[in-house]
């Protein structure tokens, strides 16, 4: 048998107070303990102790009522000093526009990587106070304190991706699942158009390589989606990589799916194996590079130029080397599926760097070699002359785009009269 008012109320008197003084982690046992108790439905639970001994002002038909919940006592407000003031959102806006807009979570790692870097090439000067605030800061005050200044601008541009159906039944095929156990040198490629919305084959394309076990991502423009061209970036790409590549994995295009490609892996005995035809997650590792790195540095203009073919060639040089040893990526480890509830859990941000010098399976001397690297570049000054090749790209963008319209515009007039 239940619980009588009286006896409802009594048990409320002495729990209300705890409930209220918990702090937020604590109130859950508090509320578990007094529904089990009272009988009383969780939210009605956590109503009554929320507002025990609390005035209530409740209004029906115009009319306002005054009630008291339980005995009345005055509320004590403690106001705590703010730890994080104005003072530090100066140089966290510097630090997340240097990012690139991380969130929370990969800029907390960022500033922890990235802030002695800059110390050591005198850039964002900060007195010894800031410093530590900024070292200690969490993710989750990160994204409080820049709230106002995100703003997302999410286009879709449209895939130019047409099948090759050269070879197909000799590449075998690899899904997402089977990426568990992969060792540096096993990696994703696809190819990325730059035809401003308009599908074409003669603008420059970018070729996106990323390795799944490191997240190591080299990015290359190409004049065309020509075979010649992609064989030639992948050369140029294997020169640069920290480490061999040991398998290749693409989509179903035609631009990968032919004889060239074939006999360039069998003749350097790299793996070769391609994704199921419009499943994209099979690639989502290389998917997801291509909008994070490729869309979010150049934009979705048309670029089919030479200048504009350099200009991206001196960016992916920079940008390379800003992404790889400077920019944490996070991983997913798992995912379940719970009904129509899916958790995701993923493992601390890193950057690829990071993740390089800690696998055991990568040889000392290329570890050697990306320690002497790393000092030497200077995260802000590789941030300045990225904005510096954007600037110009998108200078020559809007200047082909406003001919473009104002050749349009005339047109159109001709044919009115």
Known sequence: MGLTMHERKAVTRQMAPRYQKARKRDRSLVLNEFTLLTDYNRSYAAFVLRNWGRKRVLTIRGIRTVYVVGQMHKRKTTKRPRKYDHHILPPLRSLWA?????????LAIFIRTTLPVLGQF??????????????????????RLL??????????????????TLLKHQIPIKTFSQWDDASPGFVEIDLVAHDGGIPASDVIHT??????????TETRA??????????????????????????????????????????????????????????KNDSCYVEEKNYSIVRKTTGYWRYDSDEELRLLEHL???LRLFTNFFIPVMKLQ??????SKVTKVYDTPATPYHRLLARPDIDNNIKRRLNKQY??????????????FQDKLLTLAQRKHDNISKRRKHLFSKISL
């Open 334 to 339: 798992t995912k379940i599926r719970n009904g």
């Open 207 to 216: 070729l996106d390589v990323t390795d799944v076990a490191s997240t190591w």
């Open 222 to 279: 190409l004049k065309t989606k020509a075979q010649r061209w992609v064989l030639i970036a992948l050369d140029d790409i294997s020169a640069q990589l920290p480490f061999p590549i040991k398998g290749i994995d693409c989509d179903n295009g035609g631009e990968f799916i032919n004889t060239e490609l074939f006999r360039y892996c069998q003749q350097r005995h790299i793996t070769f194996t391609r994704s199921r035809p419009y499943r």
């Open 98 to 106: 240097l990012s690139g807009g991380l969130c929370g979570k990969r």
């Open 147 to 164: 709230t106002p200044e995100r703003k997302k601008f999410q286009i879709k541009g449209r895939a130019t991706t047409k099948p090759g």
């Open 122 to 143: 005198e850039e964002l000067p900060l007195d010894r106070q800031t410093r530590q605030k900024l070292l200690s800061i969490s993710p989750a005050t990160i994204d």
């Open 316 to 318: 992916y040089a920079k």
């Open 375 to 388: 000092p030497l570049l200077n995260p802000a000054e590789l941030r300045r002359q990225l904005s510096h």
